[in-house]
């Protein structure tokens, strides 16, 4: 709302140049959901797998296994994994990508070299985060760059 002030008062160059600094959009793309999928997953599953989610993302970088969620749960794997499953339909590989993906897109609004990117969020490699970027988001995350952030 704020912004939509500041494009009525001032002009929307403007508005873009205090989103640009907020890292916000002016205008949001048709395909970024309103919430994130942490706040998603927080809302929807309570606090068991919602907590486990904010603590997915404090270590983001970090491997996160099957076996490392599981025990952090209090759940066998297997209890884990077909809860997990059957709670947020996705596997918890899937998620856990998911939420490297968000943490990816957001540091995509600095300068960071790819590969940086790639090892700050636990993928590994600047290719491995290119080929789930685009599996994501149908873009690589260079033209995400440069269409949302005017640089590369």
């Known amino acids: 709302m704020s912004l939509a002030m ?36 927080q809302a929807t599953y309570g606090t068991g797998f919602g907590d486990l989610a904010v603590w997915i993302q404090d270590r983001i970088a970090q491997r996160v296994d099957v076996s490392t969620l599981a025990a952090r749960t209090g759940l066998s794997e297997r209890t884990f994994y077909r809860k997990f499953v059957k709670s947020t339909g996705q596997t918890p590989a899937k998620f856990v990508e998911m939420l490297r993906l968000d943490a990816a897109r957001s540091l995509l609004s600095t300068e960071l070299p790819l590969k940086t990117i790639a090892a700050r969020i636990g993928m590994g490699s600047e290719h491995r985060l290119m080929a789930a970027f685009r599996r994501r988001f149908g873009v690589t995350p260079s033209t995400f760059r440069r269409m949302h952030f005017g640089s590369d």
């Open 6 to 41: 500041i494009e009525r008062d001032i002009g929307r160059p403007m508005a873009d140049r205090v989103a640009k600094f907020m890292i916000l959009y002016a205008r949001r793309p048709g395909f970024q959901s309103q919430f994130s999928d942490l706040l998603k997953m």
